[in-house]
């Protein structure tokens, strides 16, 4: 999901040592490699591998980016299993049933619409993904202000969410 397919390719080509041994390895063709392998030294700027006869030699600056590539795979790939194993579809919102059914669910109307798998489950249990808090305000004359506070497994849904509420309703 993440990754980005120019550094796969980089990597099999210095795992493997050879343009045609890594397109074997990862089902393309030899052509795609050197196409990716192109790209990635011109975005870089560098040189990534000397190309002898038959075989390919990592550059100094190729060992060091190697380090990095494999640290960027391996983050690509916790991420992946994070979101596989996470439940994107509900989003538990801590607030009382007032707020809930008077405020979030009209104005998330059209939030629900654009992201129909996404559930929004009204909870006034400390377990959840996003709490809407009233805050008084201690200040005579001025309104009440709504805080949020969500948590980063579900921030993609949430933060959505937050932007849309404040936005509409102001706070």
Do not use: W
């Not at 929004?120 to 377990?127: C, N, Y």
Request: one cysteine or more.
């Amino acid at each position: 999901m993440f990754q980005d397919f120019r550094l796969k390719v980089f990597a099999a080509v210095a795992e493997a040592g050879s343009f045609t041994k890594a397109a074997e390895r990862l089902g393309i063709s030899q052509a795609a490699v050197s196409q990716n392998i192109s790209l990635l030294e011109s975005k870089t700027g560098v040189r990534l591998f000397d190309r002898l006869h038959r075989e390919v030699v990592l550059t100094k600056a190729g060992r060091v980016f190697l380090g990095y590539v494999r640290n960027i795979l391996k983050a690509c790939s916790e991420a992946d299993i994070m979101f596989a194993e996470l439940d994107q579809r509900t989003v538990t919102v801590s607030v009382s049933e007032d707020i809930f059914t008077t405020y979030l669910i009209p104005v998330l109307a059209d939030f629900l619409t654009v992201h129909p798998d996404v559930i929004l489950v009204r909870s006034e249990a400390g377990d959840h993904d996003l709490a809407v808090y009233v805050v008084p305000s201690s200040i005579p004359g001025k309104n009440s202000s709504v805080e949020f506070l969500y948590k980063p497994t579900q921030a993609f849904a949430c933060t959505k969410t937050c932007v849309v509420l404040r936005k509409i309703l102001g706070f």
